[in-house]
């Protein structure tokens, strides 16, 4: 599976963001979706995910982020909401072809990477 994310950019706290990531490929094989994200000088870190429509978020997220999933267009979103300068980060997507229930947040779950988009949250 090939993903591509975008959808990042420059916005000041409090604003929203929504990315995307297109997925490309044996996306029927994907039953799992997820977002981390990397900061600067730091390791990656687990927003969400998405495992046959359960859904699952970070304790730094939660209640502010929302991802889904549109299998028609092979796409996954992250709605971001009340971003704040500590959510600055490359996000990057990616897919299993396992359901998790547990272990959704490890990054070694995961076969397929995309690139990441850049977001950067202004005070």
């Known amino acids: 599976v090939q993903l591509q994310a975008s959808g990042g950019g420059l916005v000041q706290a409090g604003g929203s963001l929504r990315l995307a990531c297109a997925a490309s490929?044996?996306?029927?094989?994907?039953?799992?979706m997820g977002w981390f994200r990397q900061a600067p000088g730091k390791g990656r870190e687990f927003v969400a995910a998405?495992?046959?429509?359960?859904?699952y978020y970070g304790d730094s997220v939660m209640g502010r982020f929302t991802i889904s999933r549109d299998n028609d267009k092979n796409t996954l979103y992250l709605q971001m909401n009340s971003l704040q300068p500590e959510d600055t980060a490359v996000y990057l997507c990616?897919?299993?072809?396992?359901?998790?229930?547990?272990?959704?947040?490890?990054?070694?779950?995961?076969?397929?990477w995309g690139q990441g988009t850049q977001v950067t949250v202004s005070s």
């Open positions: 990616a897919a299993s072809p396992r359901h998790y229930r547990v272990y959704y947040y490890l990054t070694s779950s995961y076969a397929d």
């Open positions: 490929g044996r996306t029927y094989s994907s039953r799992t």
């Open positions: 998405i495992s046959d429509g359960d859904t």
